[in-house]
């Protein structure tokens, strides 16, 4: 029997081949190119974001902690799947453990849960800073922070844990291949002699955490309009114009990266794969660009002699 494709009905499969992008073999090493860039880019980026705040006193204020929260986040994301599709790319089609790959799937999914869930606490930080301000040190204590942390842990395993043990479930029918660079709950799926649907709570949370985004975000720009100055509108539209754009880089790349996988029949199989790729490494590695770049206290101390002693 070919151990790359198990055909027989019910089989109990005990790894998967993962092929990387079909159709695009003969280049895959040239592909590798940008994205070891990017995730280069985003693990140093990220990296040095963290090590910032860590090492700066005067950042330990929530802004700033939920930043490091989403910085550790990203790091963990892209590690999660890019090296996998490096040595692929590298080295050609890779045998992956069936308890490996269903934990890779697991934190893919968890991890891309826990960005928009650091991307929701920071709509509600900047929401308390300019709408309720008296307030903000009374609210965003050290002892919430912390809780707010494991509350986002929590909440990624309970929402995703269930669709991995439905897989589990699964009697298996067709081949073990793969036509993935990773472990991607759809194409798992596919594989499988019936269907569920075990992560589709993923998808309506991450759309319920945009739904509370707007909200403070509507509330804040009608709190802001209504300020007396100019300069002060300025200000306070200059503090959330990082993360605006870090909402925008996220949603938009998940909700088109989905619609397409869903709606996109006549696209071609490499594009949604490259696509899945990428949706999960660009906003790592925008993130501590746009933040270097709008947030002056960040900027400055990267810039600067950021780890002298104050």
């Known amino acids: 029997m070919n151990p790359q494709e198990l055909n027989t009905t019910h089989t109990q499969i005990t790894f998967f081949l993962l092929t990387g992008v079909p159709g695009?073999?003969?280049?895959?090493?040239?592909?590798?190119?940008?994205?070891?860039?990017?995730?280069l880019?985003?693990?140093?980026?990220?990296?040095?974001?963290?090590?910032v705040v860590v090492c700066d006193?005067?950042?330990?204020?929530?802004?700033?902690?939920?930043?490091?929260?989403?910085?550790?986040?990203?790091?963990?994301?892209?590690?999660?799947?890019?090296?996998?599709?490096?040595?692929?790319?590298?080295?050609?089609?890779?045998?992956?453990?069936?308890?490996?790959?269903l934990t890779q799937m697991?934190?893919?999914?968890?991890?891309?849960?826990?960005?928009?869930?650091?991307?929701?606490?920071?709509?509600?930080?900047?929401?308390?800073?300019?709408?309720?301000?008296?307030?903000?040190?009374?609210?965003?204590?050290?002892?919430?922070?912390?809780?707010?942390?494991?509350?986002?842990?929590?909440?990624?395993?309970?929402?995703v844990t269930p669709g991995v043990l439905l897989i589990l479930r699964l009697d298996f029918c067709h081949s073990n291949t793969i036509h993935h660079t990773y472990c991607e709950n759809m194409g798992i799926i596919k594989l499988a002699c019936?269907?569920?649907y075990g992560l589709s709570a993923a998808l309506l949370t991450t759309g319920l955490d945009f739904v509370f985004i707007s909200l403070s975000y509507w509330l804040i720009l009608r709190t802001v309009l209504q300020l007396p100055s100019r300069e002060a509108r300025t200000k306070a539209f200059g503090t959330c114009g990082a993360h605006i754009c870090v909402i925008l880089i996220f949603y938009t790349l998940a909700f088109f990266s989905f619609f397409i996988h869903r709606v996109g029949h006549h696209v071609a199989r490499h594009t949604l794969i490259l696509l899945a790729n990428l949706y999960l490494l660009i906003p790592p590695t925008m993130n501590p660009i746009v933040y270097g770049i709008k947030t002056k206290e960040i900027r400055v101390r990267v810039v600067g002699p950021c780890f002298q002693p104050k």
Not at 24 to 39: G, R, V
Not at 66 to 75: G, I
């Open 194 to 196: 019936s269907s569920i």
């Open 24 to 39: 695009l073999e003969d280049i895959q090493i040239w592909i590798s190119i940008p994205f070891s860039f990017m995730y």
């Open 106 to 159: 697991f934190f893919v999914h968890a991890l891309f849960l826990s960005e928009s869930a650091v991307l929701l606490v920071m709509a509600f930080d900047r929401y308390v800073a300019i709408c309720t301000p008296l307030h903000y040190t009374t609210l965003l204590t050290g002892s919430l922070i912390v809780k707010v942390g494991l509350a986002l842990v929590a909440r990624s395993v309970a929402v």
């Open 41 to 51: 880019l985003a693990v140093f980026g990220n990296v040095l974001v963290i090590a």
């Open 57 to 101: 006193r005067s950042l330990h204020e929530p802004m700033y902690l939920f930043l490091a929260m989403l910085a550790f986040n990203d790091v963990l994301l892209c590690t999660v799947t890019v090296p996998q599709m490096l040595l692929i790319f590298w080295q050609g089609p890779l045998a992956a453990a069936f308890p490996a790959c």
